[in-house]
């Protein structure tokens, strides 16, 4: 190869590799974590022995961009005891700067209960929970992979019978 073609060649490398964009990090575009919150804890169905609920769960987005919320294992506790273990996904869009409410459902049977949080949702009293897992994101911004962010809240929160 004579040294016309070979200049020529390397930097025809240079521009394609000089050209390309390498990914950005969530810190390179100033990402902002969402922030979750129970608002209210439904009574779905009532059965004699198993209850559905439906957890309403409210996702703030304080960030200039979509967040998509792709994923999220959770583990729900009320009262210090585990109520519900799961994973969703394709859950929800959250628009920049906003605020939205996502509803999961879960069930909870009685005959495993402490007596005390039975008494709490049978007379809809308010409830101590936690609500701790992971959530898969995915920001509305060109080269940033989707990534994971832990969350583990707590606060008190009515129980509700379903609305008819």
Do not use: H
């Not at 100033?30 to 769960?57: C, D, K, W």
């Not at 961009?65 to 929800?92: C, H, P």
């Amino acid at each position: 190869m004579n040294n016309l073609k070979k200049t020529t060649l390397f930097f025809f490398i240079l521009i394609i590799l000089v050209s390309c964009k390498s990914q950005q990090t969530i810190e390179d575009i100033g990402f902002i974590q969402p922030e979750f919150e129970v608002v209210s804890i439904i009574i779905y169905q009532a059965e004699l022995i198993n209850t559905q609920f439906e957890t309403v769960l409210k996702i703030v987005n304080p960030n200039k961009f979509d967040v998509q919320l792709y994923s999220i294992k959770y583990r729900l506790y009320g009262n210090g005891m585990l109520w519900a273990e799961d994973t969703a996904e394709d859950i929800i869009l959250v628009p920049a700067e906003s605020t939205v409410e996502a509803k999961f459902r879960f069930s909870m049977n009685f005959i495993n209960m402490n007596r005390r949080l039975l008494s709490d949702i049978i007379d809809m009293r308010s409830v101590q929970y936690a609500f701790i897992g992971e959530a898969q994101l995915q920001v509305n911004v060109s080269r940033v992979s989707p990534f994971t962010v832990n969350f583990d809240i707590s606060g008190l929160s009515d129980v509700k019978p379903k609305a008819d």
